[in-house]
T-cell receptor
């Protein structure tokens, strides 16, 4: 199984600032995903990040608010821009799985609190 | 529309007993995957079990088994011999055919009592 790490594991930020979350994988993967979990809620996909192309955002999420970088096959970043308290969530990166793969792994998550 | 429904916001079970967590799904795809994850208070998402839509046998992983009833579009998780460490949120998720993204249900909070 792939090992996924995220930095930071948690942070407390002031409104109006931005935070960049890093996701590192120990093997090369084509697709990476960023999810958000608001307090007491389920997970919602923010965007799909493919290496070498623009991220694809889900409805309700825009690049200006959640810019994503994918510089290589083992690394991605998600930036939460101009934060407000509503951005307080757990942000998780996940690896895409091929159709033959029977698992889909998540990073440990980044807990963000915006004051 | 692709959708996962978990109708049990909370469940409790006595230690060492079995518990079933319900999950129904809606998709028009013929090929899809169904997943269960455990999320303890730490927030990490722990993969438990997978069932493919074409799998004829119900999936099992240790104390976890998936009761897959395709005609009813249900994929219930059965945890046998519950342990105190099983107390957590449990999410059912679907990966629609042709995509890698997951669609999650609302989750069920399981409490295991001694």
């Amino acid at each position: 199984s792939a090992v996924i790490s995220q930095k930071p594991s948690r942070d407390i930020c002031q409104r109006g600032t931005s935070l960049t979350i890093q996701c590192q994988v120990d093997s090369q993967v084509t697709m990476m995903f960023w999810y958000r979990q608001q307090p007491g809620q389920s997970l919602t996909l923010i965007a799909t990040a493919n290496q070498g192309s623009e991220a694809t955002y889900e409805s309700g999420f825009v690049i200006d608010k959640f810019p994503i970088s994918r510089p290589n096959l083992t690394f991605s970043t998600l930036t939460v821009s101009n934060m407000s308290p509503e951005d307080s969530s757990i942000y998780l990166c996940s690896l895409g799985a091929g159709h033959s793969r029977e698992t889909q792994y998540f990073g440990p998550g980044t807990r963000l609190l915006v004051l | 529309a692709q959708k996962i429904t978990q109708t049990q916001p909370g469940m409790f079970v006595q230690e060492k007993e079995a518990v079933t967590l319900d999950c129904t799904y809606d998709t028009s795809d013929q090929s899809y995957g169904l997943f269960w994850y455990k999320q303890p208070s730490s927030g990490e998402m722990i993969f438990l079990i997978y069932q493919g839509s074409y799998d004829e046998q119900n999936a099992t992983e240790g104390r976890y088994s998936l009761n897959f009833q395709k005609a009813r579009k249900s994929a219930n998780l059965v945890i046998s011999a519950s342990q105190l460490g099983d107390s957590a949120m449990y999410f059912c998720a679907m990966r629609p055919g042709g995509y890698n993204k997951l669609i999650f249900g609302a989750g069920t909070r399981l409490a295991v009592h001694p």
